[in-house]
């Protein structure tokens, strides 16, 4: 059974209205963070825990081969930043003005539009142009599509299918039988997905009392599906703010979305992170996330 706050963003699409992406100020840090294969909660840990797992790794999708989806989708391509049993993370790159064809999702997934405009072609109706921060995600069986970029699109992908690509060319007629008879694919993904710009901000501070969480570290809690075992955030850094050291009892993948951020592992040694840079941080493995930009403001 899934866990989600459900938004009508058909309306919010087609109005046009303007939205920060996902909700930072200058100078934050926004991290999109999945957690998969366990409890998806931060819990702070001894300054003197041992890091046993030895897969903790950081990876720029920029500098990394692209993989094509195949050729009933020429503008498609991948990164693999992450795969394994029943959790795989992906950046997606959809290049502009190279039609995505109506198409079917053959495994489950969870997209989050990081960069680009996305244009959804729906027959005899406007289309609607798909932007960044908007997560949406997609059952197995739903059709969707077709999709025009009008600019180059990226989003980060979560799966626990073992296979990849999810989607498959789909005849313009074929509809997913858990859509309802008065929308079509598209429409119906978009009622289970939801703006990251308008979800707020909670303090770790507040969720977690008493054990260390200094003001400035927050989450948007985004979805925790429990039929698949993963958990969705963003959480916000803001400058000058460092955590204390913490794990979670879970796979973690972390891309930054805005700003950047200094990764360190208990005892390891720190990584800066910018826009679109991903780490895999294994089950119970410990870190600090710190924000190096300074911050002289007042935390809320």
Not at 272 to 296: C, S, W
């Amino acid at each position: 059974m899934r866990s989600i706050i459900l938004l009508p963003l058909i309306g919010l699409l087609a109005s046009g209205l303007s939205l920060a992406q996902f909700g930072g100020r200058e100078g934050d840090v926004v991290i999109y963070a999945v957690s998969a294969k366990g409890v998806g909660d931060p819990v702070v840990v001894p300054a003197t825990t041992v890091n046993t797992a030895t897969d903790f790794e950081t990876r720029d999708p920029l500098k990394m081969p692209t993989q094509p989806f195949g050729p009933d989708f020429p503008g498609e391509f991948f990164v693999t930043l992450h795969s394994e049993a029943n959790d795989s993370f992906r950046f997606v790159i959809q290049k502009e003005d190279i039609l995505t064809q109506h198409n079917r999702f053959l495994g489950a997934g969870k997209v989050l539009i990081m960069q680009g405009i996305d244009r959804l072609v729906i027959p005899d109706k406007e289309p609607v142009d798909l932007t960044a921060g908007l997560y949406a995600p997609f059952p197995v069986g739903v059709d969707f599509g077709p999709e025009l970029p009008i600019l180059e699109a990226n989003s980060f992908l979560w799966t626990a299918a073992p296979f990849f690509p999810l989607i498959q060319a789909a005849d313009p007629s074929f509809k997913g039988s858990m859509v309802p008879a008065d929308k079509t694919g598209s429409e119906y993904v978009l009622t289970l997905g939801q703006f990251m710009g308008i979800i707020p901000f909670k303090g770790w501070d507040k969720l977690y009392p008493n054990v260390g969480w200094p003001q400035g570290v927050d989450e948007k809690f985004v979805e925790r599906d429990a039929a698949l075992g993963v958990t969705v955030r963003l959480i916000r850094i803001r400058g000058g703010r460092k955590t204390p050291p913490f794990m979670i009892r879970a796979n973690t993948h972390l891309a930054v979305l805005s700003g950047s951020v200094q990764i360190a592992p208990l005892n390891g040694t720190t990584t800066t992170l910018t826009r679109k840079q991903y780490a895999f941080v294994p089950n119970g493995f410990a870190i600090t996330l710190t924000n190096p930009k300074e911050y002289t403001g007042i935390y809320k």
